[in-house]
Every structure is written in C-alpha cells, then in structure tokens.
C-alpha cells in the first residue's frame, strides 16, 4: 500500500508545476473526492495520539470509536516518519 501512494503521489506532484488544473479534477473525480477527507482524518488520529499520553486505545465514545480504529496498534516509535512526510 505504501508504495502504490508513493508512486502515485509521485506523479502528481510531478504534475504540480505544470498547473494542470484539468487533469487534477479529473484524477480527483475519478478518486470520488471522499479519500482526502478519510486520509486526513486517519493523520490527525493519529497525531493526536502521539500527542496524548493515552496508555490506551480503547475508546469510550463514538469519536473515539473511530479515532481507535485508526490508532489499535499503532506503534508511537513512528512518529519520526509522519512528522519527516509533512502529513497534516
């Protein structure tokens, strides 16, 4: 999976400079938009579980429901790579 958006944000940043603002849409449309939204919140997630001083993944509400579900398992150690990719 890593190396699919690697590749593929590879090309669009390739792109960027040519300010292909048509090709942009399209590649966006074809995507349905709705995965800026998902790929966003699993970041902020996960940043604030870096943050936290949470022993604990476990949620107690529906918020935390989802937020756990983008953070069971996530090794703190990582943050070095989510802070080096300038993910927001």
Partial sequence: MANTLESFF????GQLPH???NWLR???AELNEGWEDKVAGVAR???AFERSSASTTWPRNARERQASRHTMGYHLQ???TLDS???S
Avoid at 10 to 13: A, E, N, Q, T
Wanted: hydrophobic share 35%; charged share 25%.
């Fill in 19 to 21: 300010e292909n603002i």
């Fill in 78 to 80: 990582s943050i070095q």
């Fill in 10 to 13: 590879g090309l669009v940043r």
């Fill in 45 to 47: 997630d996960i940043r």
């Fill in 85 to 87: 990719n300038n993910i």
């Fill in 26 to 28: 399209n590649i966006r």
